[in-house]
């Protein structure tokens, strides 16, 4: 692994929100200030009675919808039903059913400013034929819906190799595995091109992330494309066991377990790092660690 690549990861991590929170800002806001100029000058040469302020309304009232809640709305939906190459085909008409919701709810909430604006300035907003201008509004949500859904997922892919995507060790194409396959001793690990072997022992913790998992090596996740109860299966129960249904840790790191008064407990690992353990699994892991705070 390049020591320099994983400081530069390291360092862009406290700043990851913020840089994601300002694209979408910059992007809506260009966008708005682009439509309202460009709406304006063709009604200014159409001699229109329209007044200065009603396009900027327009494309405000838009551009909030979008950025206040369709966006996060698409960025947490695409989190949950994740779009790959390998399953688009499955996702396209769950894909296009949500399309059609983004339209909806984009028309609704920015008719609903638009008729606020309007009455502030004492005067009536008419939409106009709904079932017309519904269509019309979908050609363009439906582009915009496709253009952040492909933004999205291109910039998960990125972060992915940037931060070293972590995949199971295939079976040769001749002779045995140089290891159990259905117990894996090492996980492949790509990183910007280049790949390097992770031992299994050396995973400190994992956690779901919608369609991956994240090992947590040596204060670095590394995200591998399974399921919890998956990976699980596949991980040595002498050493791993599952405390909650989005966590595994290895027994070897675990270094206290607080209990809450919840029932539940707080699991303190060798890292640092506290991760939750519900009370199914309490007992469980108080007797794989003989721990008997739990």
């Not at 919808?65 to 190459?85: D, E, M, Q």
């Amino acid at each position: 692994m390049n020591h320099k690549d994983t400081l530069t990861y390291e360092r862009y991590l406290p700043w990851k929100r913020w840089v994601e929170a300002g694209f979408w800002v910059a992007v809506t806001a260009a966008n708005c200030v682009a439509n309202s100029l460009t709406t304006l000058m063709e009604l200014r040469r159409g001699d229109s009675g329209i007044q200065a302020w009603e396009p900027v309304v327009w494309e405000t009232s838009s551009a909030l919808v979008w950025l206040l809640v369709l966006i996060p709305a698409i960025v947490a939906y695409t989190r949950w039903r994740p779009l790959h190459w390998e399953n688009w085909r499955t996702r396209l008409g769950e894909y296009a059913v949500a399309s059609l919701v983004v339209c909806l709810v984009h028309v609704v909430g920015m008719v609903a400013l638009r008729v606020l604006a309007y009455r502030m300035q004492g005067m009536a907003y008419d939409f106009g034929p709904w079932p017309r201008e519904l269509a019309y509004e979908y050609l363009k949500d439906a582009r915009s819906f496709a253009t952040i859904v492909v933004v999205v997922e291109g910039y998960r892919f990125l972060l992915r190799r940037w931060q070293g995507e972590a995949s199971l060790l295939a079976e040769p194409d001749e002779g045995l595995p140089l290891e159990p396959v259905d117990q894996p001793e090492r996980f492949l690990v790509r990183k910007l091109g280049r790949e390097f072997l992770v031992a299994a022992n050396d995973i400190e913790w994992l956690q779901a992330a919608g369609n991956y998992v994240n090992l947590r090596v040596r204060g670095h996740d590394y995200p591998l494309r399974s399921t919890i109860a998956g990976i699980e299966a596949r991980l040595d129960p002498r050493r791993f066991t599952r405390i909650h249904r989005s966590y595994i840790v290895s027994l070897d790191q675990v270094a206290s377990i607080e209990p809450l008064d919840t029932g539940d407990a707080r699991v303190h690992m060798k890292d640092g790092s506290a991760l939750p353990c519900s009370r199914r699994h309490r007992q469980d892991l108080r007797q794989r660690t003989g721990a008997d705070a739990c």
